[in-house]
């Protein structure tokens, strides 16, 4: 590709990234609003070893174990998203929304590690954005 094009594809990259970031951004303010949204609490992490694709270099990722209410009781299940870090203490009270039909299918809605997840495609978004105007002077 010569500079001609190449503005376009960062362009589209960086407006790709934003409309995501935003749709997440907008997607969590509808779910807090749920009635499936209930406080719960990080009780404690569960460490897996990293698969080939995935490697940070930490080697190990950080699951939340998160205990919280359903109209059908308590109930305690392990996060389905990790990280390579701990993004809160054992104890941290967290946003949790969850499906009724299946509680252990749940998704938090706050914390440190839900906020970098929203504004990472943002921030991507604007370096792309960045770069295409760059190329295009």
Not at 35 to 51: C, D, F, K, N
Not at 58 to 78: C, M, S
Not at 80 to 92: F, L
């Amino acid at each position: 590709m010569n500079g001609a094009g190449s503005e376009t594809i960062f362009w589209i990259l960086g407006a790709a990234f934003i409309v995501f970031g935003l749709y997440s951004v907008m997607r969590r303010r509808k779910l807090s609003q749920s009635e499936h949204t209930v406080p719960g609490e990080i009780v404690r992490y569960e460490e897996l070893a990293e698969t080939p694709l995935e490697r940070s270099g930490a080697g190990v990722k950080y699951y939340p174990v998160v205990r919280f209410e359903t109209k059908n009781g308590t109930v305690e299940h392990v996060s389905r998203s990790g990280s390579s870090a701990r993004p809160q203490p054992s104890g941290a009270k967290v946003d949790v929304h969850y499906d009724p039909e299946d509680p252990s299918a749940f998704e938090l809605l706050s914390g440190s590690d839900a906020a970098r997840r929203e504004a990472a495609p943002i921030v991507l978004g604007v370096v792309f954005l960045g770069i295409g105007v760059a190329l295009s002077l």
